[in-house]
T-cell receptor
Framework: DAGVIQSPRHEVTEMGQEVTLRCKPI?????LFWYRQTMMRGLELLIY????????DSGMPEDRFSAKMPNASFSTLKIQPSEPRDSAVYFC?????????????FGPGTRLLVL | GQQVMQIPQYQHVQEGEDFTTYCNSS?????IQWYKQRPGGHPVFLIQ?????EVKKQKRLTFQFGEAKKNSSLHITATQTTDVGTYFC???????????FGKGTKLSVIP
C-alpha cells in the first residue's frame, strides 16, 4: 500500500512567490495533519482536518498560510507570499481517528527553501 | 495547554553503549507513542503504550509507560549505528484529536 504522498519533495523559490505544497493521505484515513519542522522550533502542528473539515488551525503562523482539503484524497498548504523564514521541512500526516490521539503516518516531507 | 518535554535534547554515545531518553507530560495521557526520524527522513511510528506501568520490547528497544501515565522512557541496549536519529514521544491532547510531540532526543552513535 502506498503511504502518504507529498509533492514536491524539494522546492526552492524566491521571496514573495507563492508556494503550494500537496498531500495525498493514506486511503481510508479520515484525518490529515500539516506540520512544519525546523531546527529551532522542532515539529509544529499547523492545521489538521477531520473528514475534510478544518478542526484546528491555531498553529498556522499568519494569514500568508492557508490550507484546504477539497476531498478525502487531497490537501494543499499554500504560502503567499513566501518569506525566507518559511524555509523548513513541511510534513503531511494522516490517521484513522476513533477516540483521539491515534497513530499518525507521515509523508516524506517537502523541503522548502525561500531565498 | 498540554506540554510534552523530552530529555536529553542530544546524546552522543559510543557504539555498544546503552541510551535512554525520557518523556514527561504536564497532563495524564491516555496513551503515549514513540516515533523515530532518521537523518533526512520523516517520523516513523515505533510503538504505542496504553496501560499504566506498561513495558514493551522491540529487540534492543525497551519502552516504559509510567504508573501515573505522565511519563515514559525509551531505552536502547548496545546501540548500533543504525539507531542514529531523533526519537520523539507524543501524546494525545486533552479532548482533541491531535498529538502533542516532544522536541525529540537526537542520538548520535560513534562507531
Amino acid at each position: 500500500d502506498a503511504g502518504v504522498i507529498q509533492s514536491p519533495r524539494h522546492e526552492v523559490t524566491e521571496m514573495g512567490q507563492e508556494v503550494t505544497l500537496r498531500c495525498k493521505p493514506i486511503s481510508g484515513h479520515n484525518s490529515l495533519f500539516w506540520y512544519r519542522q525546523t531546527m529551532m522550533r522542532g515539529l509544529e502542528l499547523l492545521i489538521y482536518f477531520n473528514n475534510n473539515v478544518p478542526i484546528d488551525d491555531s498553529g498556522m503562523p499568519e494569514d500568508r498560510f492557508s490550507a484546504k482539503m477539497p476531498n478525502a484524497s487531497f490537501s494543499t498548504l499554500k504560502i503567499q507570499p513566501s518569506e525566507p523564514r518559511d524555509s523548513a521541512v513541511y510534513f503531511c500526516a494522516s490517521s484513522v481517528l476513533a477516540g483521539g490521539g491515534e497513530t499518525q503516518y507521515f509523508g516524506p516531507g517537502t523541503r522548502l527553501l525561500v531565498l | 495547554g498540554q506540554q510534552v518535554m523530552q530529555i536529553p535534547q542530544y546524546q552522543h554515545v559510543q557504539e555498544g553503549e546503552d541510551f535512554t531518553t525520557y518523556c514527561n507530560s504536564s497532563t495524564t495521557l491516555s496513551n503515549i507513542q514513540w516515533y523515530k526520524q532518521r537523518p533526512g527522513g520523516h517520523p516513523v511510528f515505533l510503538i504505542q503504550l496504553v496501560k499504566s506501568g506498561e513495558v514493551k520490547k522491540q529487540k534492543r528497544l525497551t519502552f516504559q509507560f509510567g504508573e501515573a501515565k505522565k511519563n515514559s522512557s525509551l531505552h536502547i541496549t548496545a546501540t548500533q549505528t543504525t539507531d542514529v536519529g531523533t526519537y520523539f514521544c507524543a501524546g494525545p491532547g486533552a479532548g482533541s484529536y491531535q498529538l502533542t510531540f516532544g522536541k525529540g532526543t537526537k542520538l548520535s552513535v560513534i562507531p
